[in-house]
């Protein structure tokens, strides 16, 4: 598992900023891997990918439809969100 440092998580956070309407869906997924989080997949063939991560209280959910999509702005704010959640988490530990 990748562990994120502070600057790393402020860096992404800001990549994401800049390319919000350029960022496809396999990218942010293997992202999310890297930094830790889980992914759940529904049995039932849905394109939702739902992802957790131990030091985070909500989940994200991504929407796949296709091998090259790229993910809606709010997905991304969602991504953003949790960055900057983890990033407050880690700051605070001594």
């Known amino acids: 598992m990748y562990i994120a440092c ?5 860096q992404l ?21 890297q930094l830790g989080f ?3 997949r529904s049995k039932k063939g849905t394109s ?10 909500q989940n994200i959910v991504l929407v796949s439809h296709g091998k090259n999509d790229s993910v809606k702005f709010y997905q991304i704010n969602d991504v953003i969100k ?11 530990k001594p």
Not at 6 to 10: A, E, F, H, Q, Y
Not at 17 to 31: A, C, H, M, S, T
Not at 82 to 92: G, I, R, T
């Open 13 to 33: 956070s800001q990549d994401l900023k800049r390319r919000k309407n350029n960022v496809r869906f396999k990218e942010l997924e293997k992202l999310l891997l």
């Open 48 to 57: 939702h990918r739902v992802f957790s991560h131990p030091k985070l209280t």
């Open 82 to 92: 949790a960055l900057q959640e983890l990033e407050n988490n880690d700051e605070k």
């Open 6 to 10: 502070v600057d790393t998580l402020r």
């Open 38 to 40: 889980e992914i759940r």
